[in-house]
């Protein structure tokens, strides 16, 4: 299988898991919404009753799911090091650094549920303090809701890229490899940063991770939130890759 392949194939498989989070979300938030209204018309709610409305929905199992499915990015780390001939060595730091990744997003995605109770006592004061309208405070929790399922989305996407990088970070380095090259989309959405690596004279003759270091973006998460690129080894069959994608 071809390098191109791989990457084509990882990337869907991110794009894949992003959209059915999205649809278990969807469907989760049919259980929470009505039981957030619930508790604005009783009164100001506590911290822990809002709290105890994502638990029953089953927001932690599905944030622990998604988490989970990182680890069958490690397959694609494999079958990327065959193609370029590296193979893929986790060494125990390796594996800790990505078990240190997992426990990280999933503690930062079960957090962001704190933005939704706080918006809900602060709703359920204005309406006790000020008389403000149930109907309104009830359409703006609800959007609030939606806005947090595509905020995870996104933060799980990057969480996800970052794991990967990481993953072949490790690879490499056991494998001793020194010249990279910055692989990934330039289009109209591309990030100047990103851009200005695509474009640098290194992109023929390799980075050194130094050189990375010093430069606009970072091995191991890109360019920032949602980036589509990453580094790979200065190899013939990336360096292939990488001269279709500047002929297109």
């Known amino acids: 299988m071809s390098i191109e392949i791989i990457l084509n194939t990882k990337n869907n498989y991110l794009d894949d898991l992003l959209i059915e989070f999205e649809k278990e979300f969807t469907a989760l938030s049919r259980y929470i919404k009505p039981r957030l209204a619930a508790l604005i018309r009783q009164g100001v709610p506590t911290r822990e009753a809002v709290a105890a409305v994502f638990d029953e929905a089953g927001y932690t199992q599905l944030v622990q799911g998604l988490i989970d499915k990182y680890d069958e990015l490690i397959k694609y780390g494999a079958a990327l090091g065959k193609a370029a001939g590296i193979p893929l060595v986790l060494t125990e730091r390796s594996l800790a650094l990505l078990e240190l990744i997992k426990e990280t997003e999933f503690d930062k ?7 939704i109770i706080n918006t809900i006592i602060d709703a359920g004061l204005r309406r006790e303090i000020e008389g403000a309208d149930l109907r309104g405070i009830i359409a703006d929790i ?11 989305g996104a933060e ?7 794991f990967d990088r990481t993953i072949k970070s490790e690879q490499f380095k056991e494998a001793g490899i020194e010249l990279f090259v910055y692989v990934g989309p330039n289009d109209e959405v591309t990030r ?7 474009g640098d004279p290194r992109q023929h003759i390799g980075w050194t991770r130094d050189e990375i270091d010093a430069s606009e973006v970072s091995f191991i998460t890109g360019g920032g939130y949602n980036c589509r690129h990453e580094f790979l080894p200065f ?13 297109v």
């Open 109 to 115: 995605i079960l957090g962001s549920r704190e933005s």
């Open 142 to 152: 609800e959007s609030k809701v939606e806005e947090l399922g595509r905020r995870i």
């Open 156 to 162: 799980a996407h990057t969480g996800a890229s970052i």
């Open 192 to 198: 100047d940063s990103c851009k200005s690596i695509l």
């Open 235 to 247: 190899v013939p069959e990336v360096d292939a890759l990488v001269e279709e994608n500047n002929a």
